[in-house]
């Protein structure tokens, strides 16, 4: 992968280099937790998508919030950049040094610290992973309010830190809506302890809103309090091809309307979509060939109940002509087998070639015309040009590949698509952050008065830029 400072016009900032006295420094806060073996730093350096790569020469992993405080405040004083990380999932190169910035990394900040099977709140360090913590809610009679393909290795902290949305956006929100409390260590090792569990609690700005979202740039997540929902007694998922994008629409109304209350996910994807799932993870495909495949889950209290409402739709989508092939799941092997055909796509695409990935917000019945267009527009420039995503929510993800990295591919592409989803007051990034790849096109989605504020609150709150330089927000002149 070259480094990102090759590839990218970005010159680095005035800040210190790591010197010997600063590493027995970090030393001393953290015995036995500084790493710069530079192989076991490899990974750390490069992105999930093997797009960008820094050349951080340290990667610190603290176990406490009182740790990542001493660490912040030694770098605040020695004017050290620092880039918090998770689990390194990420998609727009937030997740690693653009220069030599040290590498924070909560992967050892892993403990559950409490849990009310009442309210179903969920008191956890950043640095659990997703998957360990739905695991955890679950024997509990849980489940994480947020699910993605990424739940193996994503912590809790990067979800936050990026706003992640997801799979179960649709049935249960934003995690501004469902991260009840949160402890950060901001730039200058002051610990902000807002880590309380009230659902309702009107006293003074909403700090904890400031930071979600916020990608490392204004301070370092270390705990987390979340509402957990009830786990659903009954789960179903439905499979179904669709011949034309106007029918994975109407099939979306008609389950609005059908399935109600217990509609828990609808998303969608095209006929490249699976070609690449099936090739180059040998998957299987459970339906008829069709252009289109939709994938709609009921999550209810009454397997009757449900069943007997997934049988309705599903019985006017086939008769209307809006469904042509279709499968149900009840089981787990199933569900999730079923569930895999989507969750995978981005690692499918990562097997394709080099991968520029789009992550949108658009109204939903110009989703598609976008990639219906830039197919017209790219020609065989491009190896795929695929739709997919949260279509419930209005967000498209829109990825095309090629062998390797194009100059001239990616001028065709941006700014393109930016104007394009400019014009229909869509969003740049629906969910995957602006990060180092798309920090430059936030005013196509912001105007410039927030932007200034942006700029301001980064200011007030990381007064020498030592947090996450380099993502986020645009370059100053
Ligand atoms: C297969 C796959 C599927 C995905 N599906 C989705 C999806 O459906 N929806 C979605 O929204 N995203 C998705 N993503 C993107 C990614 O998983 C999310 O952005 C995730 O929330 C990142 O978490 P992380 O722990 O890996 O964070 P990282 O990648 O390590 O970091 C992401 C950003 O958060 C910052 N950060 C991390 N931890 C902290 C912290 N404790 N304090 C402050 N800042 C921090 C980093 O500096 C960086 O800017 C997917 C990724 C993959 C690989």
Same mark, same amino acid.
């Given at each position: 992968?070259?480094?990102?400072?090759?590839?990218?016009?970005?010159?680095?900032?005035?800040?210190?280099? /790591?010197?010997?006295? *600063? &590493?027995? @420094?970090?030393?001393?806060?953290?015995? +036995? %937790?500084? #790493?710069?073996?530079?192989?076991?730093?490899?990974?750390?350096?490069?992105?999930?998508?093997?797009?960008?790569?820094?050349?951080?020469?340290?990667?610190?992993?603290?176990?406490?919030?009182?740790?990542?405080?001493?660490?912040l405040?030694?770098?605040h004083?020695?004017?050290?950049a620092v880039?918090?990380?998770?689990?390194?999932?990420?998609?727009?190169?937030?997740?690693?040094?653009?220069?030599?910035?040290?590498?924070?990394?909560?992967?050892?900040?892993?403990?559950?610290?409490?849990?009310?099977?009442?309210?179903?709140?969920?008191?956890?360090?950043?640095?659990?992973?997703?998957?360990?913590?739905?695991?955890?809610?679950?024997?509990?009679?849980? /489940?994480?309010?947020? *699910? &993605?393909? @990424?739940?193996?290795?994503?912590?809790? +902290? %990067?979800? #936050?830190?990026?706003?992640?949305?997801?799979?179960?956006?649709?049935?249960?929100?934003?995690?501004?809506?469902?991260?009840?409390?949160?402890?950060?260590?901001l730039a200058d090792?002051?610990?902000?302890?807002?880590?309380?569990?009230?659902?309702?609690?009107?006293?003074?700005?909403?700090?904890?809103?400031?930071?979600?979202?916020s990608?490392g740039t204004l301070g370092v997540?270390?705990?987390?309090?979340?509402?957990?929902?009830?786990?659903?007694?009954?789960?179903?998922?439905?499979?179904?091809?669709?011949?034309?994008?106007?029918?994975?629409?109407?099939?979306?109304?008609?389950?609005?309307?059908?399935?109600?209350?217990?509609?828990?996910?609808?998303?969608?994807?095209?006929?490249?979509?699976?070609?690449?799932?099936?090739?180059?993870?040998?998957?299987?495909?459970?339906?008829?060939?069709?252009?289109?495949?939709?994938?709609?889950?009921?999550?209810?209290?009454?397997?009757?109940?449900?069943?007997?409402?997934?049988?309705?739709?599903?019985?006017?989508?086939?008769?209307?002509?809006?469904?042509?092939?279709?499968?149900?799941?009840?089981?787990?092997?199933?569900?999730?087998?079923?569930?895999?055909?989507?969750?995978?796509?981005?690692?499918?695409?990562?097997?394709?070639?080099?991968?520029?990935?789009?992550?949108?917000?658009?109204?939903?019945?110009?989703?598609?015309?976008?990639?219906?267009?830039?197919?017209?527009?790219?020609?065989?420039?491009?190896?795929?040009?695929?739709?997919?995503?949260?279509?419930?929510?209005?967000?498209?993800?829109?990825?095309?590949?090629?062998?390797?990295?194009?100059?001239?591919?990616?001028?065709?592409?941006?700014?393109?698509?930016?104007?394009?989803?400019?014009?229909?007051?869509?969003?740049?990034?629906?969910?995957?952050?602006?990060?180092?790849?798309?920090?430059?096109?936030?005013?196509?989605?912001?105007?410039?008065?927030?932007?200034?504020?942006?700029?301001?609150l980064k200011a007030l709150l990381d007064p020498k830029g030592i947090l996450n330089p380099?993502?986020?927000l645009?370059?100053?002149?």
């Open positions: 992968v070259v480094l990102t400072q090759q590839r990218y016009p970005v010159t680095r900032l005035p800040f210190s280099v /790591v010197s010997s006295e *600063d &590493l027995a @420094a970090f030393e001393r806060i953290l015995p +036995g %937790g500084v #790493v710069t073996d530079p192989e076991v730093l490899e990974a750390s350096n490069v992105d999930w998508l093997r797009t960008v790569r820094g050349c951080s020469k340290v990667l610190l992993r603290p176990r406490t919030s009182q740790e990542v405080a001493r660490i405040r030694y770098c004083e020695k004017n050290l880039n918090p990380q998770g689990g390194n999932t990420g998609m727009v190169g937030g997740s690693v040094p653009v220069f030599d910035e040290i590498i924070l990394s909560t992967t050892l900040m892993n403990r559950v610290i409490s849990f009310n099977s009442v309210s179903g709140t969920l008191v956890c360090q950043a640095g659990c992973v997703l998957e360990e913590l739905s695991r955890y809610v679950e024997e509990r009679g849980f /489940v994480m309010p947020l *699910d &993605l393909g @990424a739940k193996g290795s994503c912590h809790i +902290g %990067g979800n #936050v830190a990026t706003n992640a949305g997801g799979l179960r956006f649709l049935r249960y929100g934003s995690l501004h809506g469902t991260v009840l409390g949160l402890e950060v260590v090792g002051t610990v902000l302890d807002c880590l309380t569990s009230l659902r309702k609690d009107n006293t003074g700005y909403d700090l904890k809103q400031l930071f979600i979202g990608e997540i270390t705990a987390v309090s979340i509402q957990c929902p009830p786990k659903p007694r009954a789960v179903n998922v439905a499979f179904l091809g669709c011949p034309g994008f106007a029918e994975v629409l109407q099939t979306f109304s008609s389950g609005k309307e059908l399935l109600g209350e217990i509609l828990s996910a609808y998303e969608f994807m095209d006929a490249e979509c699976m070609w690449l799932v099936t090739h180059h993870l040998r998957l299987a495909s459970p339906v008829q060939e069709s252009p289109f495949y939709v994938l709609v889950e009921t999550s209810g209290s009454r397997a009757g109940h449900d069943s007997e409402k997934l049988s309705d739709f599903l019985e006017q989508a086939l008769s209307s002509g809006l469904v042509t092939d279709g499968t149900v799941a009840t089981d787990q092997t199933r569900l999730k087998a079923l569930w895999a055909l989507r969750e995978r796509i981005s690692e499918a695409l990562s097997r394709d070639g080099y991968v520029y990935k789009y992550d949108l917000s658009l109204p939903t019945e110009r989703l598609y015309d976008l990639v219906s267009d830039l197919r017209a527009r790219l020609g065989s420039q491009a190896k795929h040009v695929v739709g997919y995503g949260h279509l419930g929510d209005g967000n498209l993800h829109l990825n095309v590949t090629s062998e390797a990295f194009s100059p001239s591919l990616l001028a065709d592409l941006e700014p393109y698509v930016y104007e394009w989803t400019a014009r229909q007051r869509g969003s740049v990034s629906a969910e995957h952050g602006l990060g180092f790849k798309k920090r430059g096109v936030l005013s196509y989605s912001k105007p410039p008065e927030a932007l200034r504020l942006m700029q301001q380099y993502k986020t645009p370059a100053q002149a």
